[in-house]
């Protein structure tokens, strides 16, 4: 408490550059505009056309991490990627898990 | 059981020993702290999205996404908080450079983009609740309007705390809790910048095929 | 104007109108004494405005009690109800009035009792034993206390206008929806369970990062000692799991008013998918119960085994990965409920492993003890009695993960058994056995001995009592929440049983809280000077009882574990005499005030008063902005202040 860093030693510690948000910046742009054409115009269809955007959407979610909210950045120890990480197991567990035991349960009503 | 002990005070140098963690400030402190919620509200995000995910084919009858979406106002929707969350990021450094007047410009940009990704959404649900499509309908509209909804209002929060900024910034210009307010502020608007790629691309882009 | 409130919510049958009017006659009491000792100010200052951890810690542990209270006595309605309910007797209750009661029941103990036992004891212990001064975020801490503590109010506002859920504690719908429950009951259980989760979920991040970030110089995540750990994965738990709840509640909320069907019987709704999501946080929160136990008995075992904590890593380790895994079983609270053999299987061996790391724990703990010198004082005795209740309970626990076998028993007394066994025998002792240990620490006072023994034994043995015979009537078919049954069932005398273990009980609360008021008025033979009068080995038995305000004078540094065994052995570093001035947050109203407007605006909700639900929605905004665009005020104590106090304790040079 007694050894508050001040203003300009704070400022060292926030990691963003220009550079990173114009690369994230036109990253995002290039796969919003294939996501949304490649939905538009049809060139795939089908489970490919779908494996194809999730895994678009998954890439510009991974630049925006990266890019935008800086994580994997911060000093050691990274605490912020272990929450992230652990969160990510949760969110796949519960998601996998739920999705399973309703298709189960809406299969056994049929 | 032993009586108390006296610790001996010497002047001795400081001992050698590690410390835990070297960052114990209040900046990085709350960042972590900030960073924690968001985690939380992916996961209240995520319940929504598997929610979303079990009902979306759940009618009662009614029309389906397919039947029901479009791509333009979507389209339209992902590019303004695109350039919103860049414009913020913009902010943001040139609050490094202590420019008060750039960061109040780029945080009025910011406003104007989120503003329209609102005003369009709101448009959105208007025109469905105009033709009957309302969230009493059936589960699927429920959850649509539930999930994409509560983004929405996030994005409003955001533009309210926003405007916040940009009184803070205005009257006190960047110092030692501006600068950390701008900086948590930009991870929340950049978090949910990224839950809309996932709205985008599950349940518009996929909901028309 | 008043919504759905009218004259009739205030009418309520006898018994119910006796809960209120001691409940109401107890508030005017209380205040009546602070006005005729003149306390209020102090009050004022000292406790509610404060962000100091070690008051909120108690003032948690005040609402425990409170609350405990209310719990109990519906638990002995209940019983005095089964007893009595037999063949042509309708017992006492009306069946509207038992179905409220067994719902609040669960709601209080587990929401109101348990979280409170978990943050209280982390806002005590913590920062203490990390040798810090304070939590990270102070005033998010205070505010993650006011909410609980308004949305239990929230609950005894309940038993007073209107009338309660008839849903359980869990609400399953679509009884909890709009078709079937259309009465305010249901929206009060929500909005306090909502209101009450917002706060656990801001106080799990405080201690989460509190933990990470505000250990002293030299404690290393492996040197943290045990309890640190437990509520370091408790909390990360808590981070996880909360929010499933909060969608959840809100998506219930949405059906009731906005008539949306995500849970509904017709429009499409699946109530499988709440019983699903709620489950994926039930599991993880019955763990977050349990762990601050866990790190009491680690502590407790170890100091009065007189031996260092056996198998530290192994119990870390066993701490992690029951966090991990108690989110991957969620579904064996359901398996009953439709889902295939894959499923079911799948969850049952889960389910069966994660028995694994706790049964490391359990030997850990008596391989500490092998060899040792063990004292027999009553935090020791609470463990005793919670590895006897909490196995036992455990093992039926691996017995109920059985699909096979929870079909039988399922939502049998068979399976209240089971879980009160966890609940009592685990988390309430281990609350028992901290209450014991720790009270002199925060009081400068040991409690009576004689007493804490007597109550001891009426616990353990009506505890036994009151539960045993609940297995066996699961054997015999009773199932849970009956308010009545035949005669030809030969059940009675097993109810008769089990309600006289529950006036055991009943006796060892009063022993215990004759025993506080008993310790209280006797200061003078109970005074414990030390500040350790167990031979203690963490940090916190290093400072006065009770700690001066910022804890540590010098922060200590930490070579080892149990660093005030090392102190009292000369193997800690030395500390340099040198003081500074400390800086320490200083009080602010504003946590109280958001917890009051959150209580206005969940009982504006509960009766659909639009208006008032505005007005305090967009005071609790303009509240949290007002803190947020303030700056972080703090009181300086200086050295001279810091010497005087220091002084007064006298083993400090």
Redesign the interface.
């Known amino acids: ?2 050894s ?4 300009n030693e ?2 060292k ?2 990691h ?3 550079r990173s ?1 114009i690369q ?2 036109i990253a ?2 290039l796969l ?1 505009l294939a ?2 054409a490649l ?2 115009t049809r060139v795939i269809s089908g489970h490919f ?2 494996y194809t ?2 895994a ?2 998954l890439i ?2 991974a630049v ?2 990266r890019f ?2 800086k994580l994997g950045h911060e ?1 050691h ?1 990274r ?2 990627t272990l ?2 990480g ?2 990510l ?3 796949l ?3 996998i ?6 298709k ?2 809406n ?3 049929m | 059981m032993d009586k108390s002990f006296v610790i001996r005070h010497t002047v001795e140098a400081h001992p050698d020993l590690s410390i835990p963690d070297p960052h114990q400030d209040a900046f990085v402190r709350t960042t972590l702290g900030f960073w924690m919620y968001l985690m939380t509200d992916c996961l209240i995000f995520a319940s929504l999205f598997i929610t979303y995910a079990v009902l979306h084919h759940e009618t009662f009858g009614g029309p389906s996404s397919r039947e029901l979406f479009e791509l333009k106002l979507p389209f339209a929707e992902t590019m303004a908080l695109l350039l919103s969350s860049v414009s913020c990021g913009f902010a943001i450094l040139a609050s490094l450079k202590n420019k008060k007047n750039k960061i109040i410009g780029w945080l009025i940009v910011a406003f104007l983009f989120g503003a329209a990704f609102v005003g369009m959404e709101l448009h959105e649900f208007n025109g469905l609740l105009q033709q009957g499509h309302s969230w009493r309908k059936s589960a699927f509209l429920s959850s649509f309007f539930t999930l994409v909804g509560t983004h929405g209002l996030h994005v409003s929060i955001g533009l309210l705390w926003m405007l916040v900024m940009m009184a803070q910034v205005f009257r006190n210009g960047v110092t030692l809790f501006t600068f950390r307010r701008l900086v948590i502020f930009g991870m929340f608007w950049h978090f949910l910048d990224l839950v809309w790629i996932f709205i985008f691309t599950f349940v518009y882009l996929i909901g028309v095929l | 104007m008043f919504g759905n409130l009218t004259w009739e919510a205030f009418r309520h049958d006898t018994i119910q109108s006796m809960a209120v009017i001691s409940m109401v006659f107890g508030g005017i009491g209380i205040a009546a004494l602070l006005f005729y000792l003149k306390r209020w100010k102090w009050l004022w200052k000292e406790w509610l405005t404060s962000v100091d951890p070690k008051r909120i810690g108690i003032m948690y542990m005040v609402v425990v009690l409170v609350m405990f209270c209310k719990g109990f006595s519906d638990a002995l309605l209940l019983r005095m109800q089964q007893a009595f309910s037999v063949g042509d007797s309708q017992g006492l209750l009306e069946p509207g009035h038992f179905q409220e009661i067994f719902s609040a029941h669960g709601t209080t103990m587990i929401f109101f009792v348990g979280m409170g036992i978990v943050f209280g004891l982390a806002n005590l212990i913590v920062p203490l034993q990390i040798g810090a001064r304070d939590v990270a975020y102070p005033f998010l801490n205070a505010l993650g206390f006011w909410l609980f503590a308004m949305a239990a109010i929230l609950s005894l506002v309940s038993l007073g206008i209107g009338h309660f859920s008839t849903a359980g504690w869990l609400a399953y719908p679509p009884l909890s929806g709009l078709e079937y429950s259309p009465g305010e009951g249901v929206d009060y259980w929500i909005w306090m369970v909502q209101i009450a989760g917002v706060g656990s979920t801001i106080s799990g991040i405080n201690f989460l990062a509190t933990i990470l970030k505000m250990r002293c110089p030299g404690m290393t995540l492996k040197k943290m000692p045990i309890f640190v750990w437990s509520i370091l994965c408790c909390m990360v738990m808590v981070i996880f799991a909360f929010p499933i709840l909060t969608a959840t509640l809100y998506m219930l909320t949405l059906d009731r008013y906005l008539g949306m069907h995500f849970f509904t019987a017709g429009g499409g709704g699946n109530f499988m998918m709440y019983v699903n999501l709620i489950w994926a946080w039930g599991h993880p929160e019955v763990y977050i119960l349990i762990f601050p136990a866990f790190g009491t008995f680690s502590e407790v075992v170890a100091t009065f085994s007189e031996k260092r904590i056996f198998g530290y890593l192994s119990m870390v380790w066993a701490l992690i990965i029951i966090a991990v895994l108690s989110f991957i079983v969620w579904l064996h609270h359901f398996f009953t409920m439709g889902a295939g053999p894959e499923v079911n299987a799948f969850f049952a061996v889960m389910t069966m492993v994660i028995a694994i790391p706790t049964g490391v724990k359990i030997f850990n703990w008596l391989f500490t003890k092998f060899r040792g010198r063990v004292h027999f004082s009553s935090p020791m005795l609470w463990f005793f009695a919670f590895l006897l209740n909490f196995t036992v309970a455990g093992m039926t626990g691996v017995l109920l993960s059985a699909p096979p076998v929870d079909y039988q028993v399922h939502n049998s007394l068979f399976l209240i058994a089971h879980f009160h066994g966890m609940v009592i025998g685990g988390v309430l002792f281990g609350f028992f056995s901290a209450f014991t240990y720790w009270f002199p620490k925060f009081t400068g006072l040991v409690l009576d001995e004689k007493l804490n023994k007597y109550a001891f034994w009426c616990w353990f043995s009506g505890f036994l009592l009151a539960f045993m015979p609940l297995y066996m009537l699961g054997f015999m078919g009773a199932t849970r929440r009956l308010n009545h049954y035949d005669a030809t069932t030969g059940w009675h005398p097993l109810f008769v049983l089990a309600a006289v273990g529950a006036l055991i009980i009943f006796f060892g609360a009063c022993i215990q809280v004759y025993g506080l008021y008993s310790t209280l008025k006797n200061r003078s033979k109970h005074r414990d000077r030390t500040g350790d009068p167990w031979n203690g080995r963490t940090l916190e038995w290093s400072t006065a009882s009770p700690p001066p305000i910022y804890n540590f004078a010098i922060i200590p540094t930490v070579n080892q574990l149990d660093p005030v065994w090392a102190m009292k052995r000369d193997e800690a570093p030395r500390p340099v005499c040198h003081y500074e001035d400390i800086h320490l947050p200083i009080n602010t109203a504003i946590p109280l005030y958001m917890g009051i407007l959150a209580l206005i605006f969940g009982f504006a909700m509960t009766w659909h008063i639009g208006w008032l639900s505005i007005v305090s929605f967009i005071g609790i905004v303009t509240l949290l902005i007002l803190r947020l665009s303030g700056h972080d005020e703090h009181d300086v104590m200086t050295v001279a202040e810091v010497k005087k106090i220091e002084a007064a304790r006298g083993s400090y040079g």
């Open positions: 408490m007694n508050e860093p001040n203003l704070i400022k510690e926030y963003g550059t220009l948000y994230g910046f995002s742009l919003t996501s949304f939905v538009i056309l779908i955007i999730v678009l959407g510009q979610a925006q991490l935008f909210l000093d120890p605490w912020e929450v992230f652990f969160m197991f949760v969110l567990l519960i998601a898990c739920s999705l399973w035991i309703m189960n349960l299969d056994r009503l």
